[in-house]
């Protein structure tokens, strides 16, 4: 059997088969493969940096319209860079703004966070008709100032360390002030007080005043007030302690000239009697009478101008 030779190919520096052709055919399959590797980091680093782009573009949209505030800038950031621009001013009484910008002078450009409030409150309420202030920042740029004032229940006159007499007013719970913002008609209206004196001669602390209180609504509201031209009440005989039997609070009106009322007694059945003496006496044609004393238990006492007394 004839078996073929194996050719054997010499391989030569020329030709195709040279080490020079292997060599550039080697080197060309690297060059391949090493840009294939390249374009593939560039994919995966492009991939990378678009994921970060899309977390960062994420975070940035959440931040800025989802959670758009912080716990301390969105509650400071504004009040504290407001400056105060306007007072909004409500009260129960009389005093007015004019009133107001003279008691605070507010001066220069002032933060609203600098202002102190409650200095304000206790300046306000040394005024004696403030019964109490209310002052309250509105931000960003304003300070709200409420009032309740003290009512006017009577009036007093007072003599001044010079010596001259000054009219005051007094208040339901005894406060005693010059009265501002009230019209001349108001004042008018008002009855005098003859205050009670202490043991050392003094007026003030004015006690009882509400209970006296409830004797005026009394009289208005069973509209004697008018019949009678009330003009003053005398307290030199009340004392406000209505545990003290025997104490007594003195009316003077222009229709009679004193009316005794008793301030441990009730109100109500005083009034219905000093009602029915006074229409008595316009039945008789309304003889003079000096004085209606209400304060006995059982009657009222009527003493006329010519010195009879009679009993109701």
């Keep these: ?25 080697e080197s060309s399959a690297e060059g391949v493969r090493t840009g294939f590797t390249f374009v593939r980091s560039i994919r995966r680093w492009s991939s ?8 960062m ?3 940035w949209f959440f931040k800025s ?16 860079s407001g400056y105060l621009s306007k007072v909004l001013f409500d009260t129960d009484g009389v005093l007015d703004e004019r009133w107001l910008s ?14 102190n409030i409650f200095e304000i409150k206790n300046q306000l309420e040394r005024f004696a008709q403030v019964n109490q202030a209310e002052v309250i920042r509105v931000f960003p740029d304003s300070l709200r100032i409420e009032l309740s004032e003290a009512k006017p229940l009577f009036k007093i006159k007072l003599q001044s360390s010079e010596g001259s007499t000054e009219l005051h007013l007094v208040s339901k719970s005894g406060t005693i002030y010059k009265g501002q913002g009230y019209a ?3 004042i008018s209206a008002l009855p005098y007080l003859n205050p009670f004196r202490h043991s050392d001669k003094k007026i003030q602390p004015i006690q009882g005043l509400d209970h006296v209180a409830d004797l005026l609504n009394a009289l208005e509201t069973s509209k004697l007030s008018q019949r009678i031209r009330l ?9 406000g302690d209505l545990d003290m039997p025997g104490q007594i609070i003195q009316i003077s009106s222009g229709l009679i000239p004193e009316i005794v009322f008793s301030a441990n007694q009730d109100f109500s059945k005083q009034i219905a009697r000093l009602n029915y003496i006074i229409s008595y006496l316009n039945g008789r044609g309304n003889p003079d009478v000096e004085r ?14 010519e010195g009879q007394i009679d009993l109701f």
């Design 65 to 80: 319209f989802v959670f758009n505030f912080s716990p301390v800038e969105g509650l400071s950031e504004e009040p504290l």
């Design 48 to 55: 990378l940096l678009f994921v970060l782009l899309v977390l």
């Design 57 to 59: 573009a994420t975070v």
């Design 292 to 305: 209606v004393d209400l304060s006995l238990r059982a009657s009222a006492a009527v003493q006329f101008k």
């Design 231 to 239: 003009h003053s009440v005398s307290l030199e005989s009340f004392s």
């Design 1 to 25: 059997m004839n078996v073929p030779k194996r050719v054997q190919k010499s391989v030569s520096y020329k030709g195709e088969q040279s080490w020079h052709h292997l060599n550039r055919r």
């Design 102 to 115: 003279q008691e605070l002078a507010f001066k220069g450009k002032q933060q609203l966070m600098d202002i």
């Design 184 to 186: 001349e008609s108001t």
